[in-house]
């Protein structure tokens, strides 16, 4: 497949399936799928294609696993799901004519208060009454399009950031701001998807057969941050928050 050896193709194959656990519990599982793709030989332009083709049908298994248990809330979805468009949209194209370098610094400093602020919170519970309708509106359009921006300038940890201020800023319950996160996060890569396959750097086989992989890593990530709630995903964005804070050292370095 591609020239890849069968020892290559199963170590994509299973960070695939990982990624797919991890972006379903607390997103941030490219971190691991996306390299995985350049460590065997893949080109860097179609190791994001591909990479952003698989995560959509993990995407697609996770949002809709949170939205069959009426982890979602509707009223609030769509408007952030406009709202995350027009952010990416524009955030991708200031990274056409920007660095990368002011956000990479940024993240040096927001990434260990994010981390200590999750040890902290050892509930990651709201802690508050729900905000008042017009007002979670307002806000989820506010927060859905910096976050939008930032996946298209940035990207890392953006699936991370948007489940922690739905949480906190919105008040939302920890499962319900996962619900709303993965989908709003889904909307956001398969607009990045089908401009890949539009330019022909998505390699489809490859893809496919990986996507599987996600998508069980996904089910099996979904089922279990429902059951545990945030038993589970608080340890988990501890570690994505590390891995993240690592890369952008790497990235700075």
């Not at 998807?193 to 089910?219: D, E, R």
Request: hydrophobic share 55%.
């Amino acid at each position: 497949m591609f020239d890849l050896e069968l020892p290559a193709l199963l170590f994509v194959f299973l960070m695939a399936f990982l990624a797919g656990v991890i972006s379903a519990i607390s997103g941030g599982g490219g971190l691991l799928s996306l390299p995985s793709y350049i460590f065997v030989g893949v080109p860097v332009h179609y190791a994001l294609g591909t990479d952003r083709f698989a995560a959509v049908a993990g995407g697609l298994v996770a949002g809709f696993k949170f939205y069959r248990k009426g982890l979602v809330d509707v009223k609030l979805l769509i408007p952030s799901v406009i709202s995350t468009i027009v952010g990416s949209v524009i955030g991708t194209g200031v990274a056409l004519l920007a660095s990368e370098y002011i956000m990479q610094r940024v993240l040096l400093i927001v990434l260990p208060l994010v981390g200590f602020y999750v040890f902290k919170n050892k509930r990651l519970e709201s802690g508050n009454k729900p905000l008042p309708h017009k007002k979670a509106v307002t806000l989820a359009i506010v927060v859905s399009f910096v976050i939008g921006w930032y996946n298209g300038f940035y990207g890392p940890g953006s699936g991370i950031f948007l489940l922690l201020i739905y949480n906190r800023l919105l008040n939302m319950d920890i499962l319900l701001a996962s619900g709303n996160s993965k989908i709003v996060g889904l909307v956001s890569t398969v607009t990045s998807t089908l401009i890949f396959i539009a330019a022909g750097k998505v390699l489809i086989l490859l893809a496919l057969v990986a996507s599987c992989f996600n998508m069980a890593g996904s089910y099996f990530g979904a089922n279990l941050a429902i059951r545990k709630g945030a038993g589970v995903i608080r340890p988990s964005l501890l570690i994505m928050l590390v891995l993240i804070f690592i890369k952008a050292i790497k990235d700075v370095l």
